[in-house]
């Protein structure tokens, strides 16, 4: 069984830092892109992150790039999403996503319940 | 930016035939994917590149294009059904994600 387990929110002030996690069992981890998406209170789904089966191709979105780092430990099966200079914008609940194969443009086919991170002084 | 642009919501009586589209101008040139979210949930995908249904979802959901236009349809909606949809597109050009804004799904 495929599962995706985020760890790592919480409360933080604003221009604050998180490390976020996502361990992955289930699947060989190092076949699949990994990517992360978040979805503010109320609101969308919006893509944060992407990155490749071996890390040679990373990804951002706009809102996020140069203040988030996206990256992946394939011997521990993990996922991680470095989060710096927060906002209170950056309120979301952040997933974990499996696309279905190694390379990026590959749609997410198991996502992990969610780590939720508030940016409030 | 790149848009994809979906219904806010969509109503439909239980039994009958449910279609939320999906428009942009790289919709018929990129595959589209479909998600369904329930309330407290994470999303599930229920059609991948344009017209696939992935293992476990039922045959009642189908995906198709026509020109730059997407649409999920879902035949003999149940109360079950009801969720906010998203579709996705790779920008493939410029190398990122897009999700439409969501439809919300309501079985009146």
């Known amino acids: 069984e495929v599962r995706l387990v985020e760890s790592g929110g919480g409360l933080v002030k604003p221009g604050g830092s998180l490390r976020l996690s996502c361990a992955a069992s289930?699947?060989?981890?190092?076949?699949?892109?990994m990517n992360w998406v978040r979805q503010g209170p109320g609101k969308g789904l919006e893509w944060v992150a992407t990155?490749?089966?071996?890390?040679?191709?990373?990804y951002y979105g706009d809102s996020v790039k140069g203040r988030f780092t996206i990256s992946r430990d394939n011997a521990q099966n993990s996922l991680y999403l470095q989060v710096n200079s927060l906002r209170a914008e950056d309120t979301a609940v952040y997933y974990c996503a499996r696309g279905d194969s190694s390379s990026s443009e590959r749609p997410s086919d198991y996502w992990g319940q969610g780590t939720l991170v508030t940016v409030a002084s | 930016s790149y848009v994809l642009t979906q219904p806010p919501s969509v109503s439909v009586a239980p039994g009958k035939t449910a279609r939320i589209t999906c428009g942009g101008d790289?919709?018929?040139?990129?595959?589209v994917h479909w998600y369904q979210q329930k309330p407290g949930q994470a999303p599930v995908l229920v059609i991948s590149?344009?017209?696939d249904r992935p293992s476990g979802i039922p045959e009642r959901f189908s995906g198709s294009i026509s020109g730059n236009t997407a649409t999920l349809t879902i035949s003999r909606v149940e109360a079950g059904d009801e969720a906010d949809y998203y579709c996705q597109v790779w920008e493939s050009s410029d190398h990122y994600w897009v999700f439409g804004g969501g439809t919300k799904l309501t079985a009146l």
């Open positions: 590149y344009d017209t």
């Open positions: 990155v490749s089966s071996a890390s040679n191709y990373i």
């Open positions: 289930g699947f060989t981890f190092n076949t699949h892109s």
């Open positions: 790289s919709v018929g040139t990129e595959n």
